[in-house]
């Protein structure tokens, strides 16, 4: 079992900056790809980033391309979410996931069998 932990959300003014941090309860960490998903009231939860085992490879949501830069440090047994640029429309709770090995489809929350509890993004002057 592994336990995903979340931290760094808050609130920001449109334009400002945030970064998520997530560690993980496991020794393998780097076996682990990983992934940012989020879900704003009412809607479903949708895929933000993820990242591969190595961190060598990344892929995003168009939404957020450009302006959110995701990463990992397998020492710390923890990956980020650097945030820039955020928007009104960027408020939501971000969950951290893990899915042990390669996930053919990792915008799939499905693909994912481990997540965190969750941290509130509010994006709001």
């Known amino acids: 079992q592994v336990q995903l932990v979340e931290s760094g959300g808050g609130l920001v003014q449109p334009g400002g900056s945030l970064r998520l941090s997530c560690t993980a309860s496991?020794?393998?960490?780097?076996?682990?790809?990983m992934g940012w998903f989020r879900q704003a009231p009412g809607k479903e939860r949708e895929f933000a980033a993820s990242?591969?085992?190595?961190?060598?490879?990344?892929s995003y949501a168009d939404s957020v391309k450009g302006r959110f830069t995701i990463s990992r440090d397998n020492a710390k047994n923890t990956v980020y979410l650097q945030m820039n640029s955020l928007k009104p429309e960027d408020t939501a709770v971000y969950y951290c996931a893990a899915r042990w090995g390669m996930v053919v489809v990792p915008a799939a929350p499905s693909a994912y069998n481990y997540w965190g509890q969750g941290t509130q993004v509010t994006v709001s002057s």
């Open positions: 496991t020794r393998t960490f780097s076996t682990y790809t």
């Open positions: 990242i591969t085992l190595s961190g060598v490879s990344t």
